[in-house]
Nanobody, 117 residues
C-alpha cells in the first residue's frame, strides 16, 4: 500500500505561480513513478507530469515550458512547480504513483488550483 498526501494549490491570477508537493508513505520501495494529473471541471483526469525512479520526466504538451516536476532527496516526495499559470489550468490536481506490485496505481485526495483571468 502507498499513501499519498498532497499540499499546495490555491488561488492565483493568470501569469502567476504555484507549487504543489506530494509525499508518499508505505511501500515506497515499490514505486516506479510518481506524478500529477489534472482534472478540469467537467472533464476527464489527464496526466500533467510524471517522473520515474530513474528521473525520467514526462510532460503534457499543454504545460511544457511552464511546469517542472522534481523529486526530493528522499525520493518519496515529488514537487510540481507551475509557472505562467493560465485559467485553463484550473481544476483539481491529483498526485499519482505507479508501483511494481499490484495494486499498481495510487492516488492522493486532490488539491484545488484556481487561476483567475
Amino acid at each position: 500500500q502507498v499513501h499519498l498526501v498532497e499540499s499546495g494549490g490555491g488561488l492565483v491570477q493568470a501569469g502567476g505561480s504555484l507549487s504543489l508537493s506530494c509525499a508518499a508513505s508505505g511501500s515506497i520501495s515499490s514505486i516506479k513513478a510518481m506524478g500529477w494529473h489534472h482534472q478540469a471541471p467537467g472533464k476527464q483526469r489527464e496526466l500533467v507530469a510524471a517522473i520515474t525512479s530513474e528521473d525520467m520526466k514526462t510532460y503534457a504538451d499543454t504545460v511544457k515550458g511552464r511546469f517542472t516536476i522534481t523529486r526530493g532527496n528522499a525520493k518519496n516526495t515529488v514537487y510540481l512547480q507551475m509557472n505562467n499559470l493560465k485559467p485553463e489550468d484550473t481544476g483539481v490536481y491529483y498526485c499519482w504513483s505507479e508501483s511494481s506490485i499490484s495494486p499498481t496505481e495510487y492516488w492522493g485526495q486532490g488539491t484545488q488550483v484556481t487561476v483567475s483571468s
